[in-house]
């Protein structure tokens, strides 16, 4: 399969090298990119030669977020057009949630918006020094509403209540402390810790791993149909408020929003 946006390269112990690939555009989350993901998640959730997926990103930053043009063409859109396009993002954070093989996050420079929903959606993230994290949806006008859910269950309410809504910038160490990413090393350090993450597993059986990761889904916190319908009809609700119009366009205007 060509991938457009990602790429994919797995090593003959069956470890798979999942890789933003937009550095241009530090790796925002595209419809196409969203898309992609999905397919390849499906695709190596199937596959028996795939051990371990290592989920990374090309260039300087993890992951920037969400596709602000793309966002911007979802308030002239229509009910059921911002409905569709918000059940992308759900169903690409969903199919990465439930791979049954373990995610590994290697976290660098920043993962912004929906950068961090998919850290939240790996089984363990590591970050490296100077990584910074924020959840900037509010600055714009709109909520985290499809990350939401696994923010929730890998933060807690109480630690996600910290930066969850007020766009307010961190750093890996606090992301360390909110439960965000399980450890902080330096850049240098990074492709190693993530290695020794990697390593148990090819030790265990892979069905076996599968059907633990599935268990422990099952018994964590509910994120169901229903959760992720919700989060994307209160995605689309604030899509049709009218601070994203303002504010979407005040960032692609490069001027403040009223509110700043």
């Known amino acids: ?10 090593d003959p112990r069956g470890v798979t090298w999942l890789t933003l690939n937009t ?7 595209s419809p196409q990119m969203s898309a992609e993901l999905t397919e390849a998640a499906q695709a190596l959730g199937t596959d028996p030669t795939v051990r371990v997926v290592v989920l990374a990103g090309a260039g300087p930053v993890f992951c920037a977020g969400g596709d602000l043009d793309w966002m ?3 308030i002239d859109a229509d009910r059921p057009q911002r409905l569709r396009e918000a059940r992308k993002l759900a169903q690409m954070l969903r199919a990465l949630n439930e791979l049954p093989k373990p995610l590994i996050g290697r976290l660098h420079g920043g993962a912004f918006g929906g950068g961090v929903g998919m850290a939240c959606v790996c089984d363990v993230a590591i970050a490296a020094e100077g990584t910074r994290f924020c959840f900037s949806e509010t600055r714009l006008g709109i909520i985290p509403a499809t990350i939401g859910p696994y923010v929730l269950a ?3 309410e109480g630690h996600a ?8 910038i961190f750093d890996a160490v606090e992301a360390e402390t909110l439960g965000l990413v399980a450890r902080v090393v330096t850049g240098e350090a990074l492709d190693v810790a993530v290695e020794a993450e990697v390593a148990p597993y090819l030790s265990c059986a892979p069905l076996a791993v599968g059907q633990a990761k599935a268990l422990a889904r099952a018994l964590g916190p509910r994120i169901d149909d229903a959760v992720i ?5 209160r995605l689309a609700d604030a899509w049709e408020g009218p601070e994203a119009r303002v504010g979407i366009r ?3 205007e490069k001027r403040p929003a009223p509110w700043q």
């Open 1 to 10: 399969m060509t991938w457009q946006t990602l790429d994919l390269r797995t």
């Open 23 to 29: 550095p241009d555009r530090r790796n925002v989350l």
């Open 72 to 74: 911007a063409a979802q």
């Open 154 to 156: 890998r933060m807690g």
């Open 161 to 168: 209540r910290r930066v969850f809504m007020s766009a307010r």
């Open 229 to 233: 319908e919700d989060s994307i009809r």
């Open 250 to 252: 005040a960032f692609l």
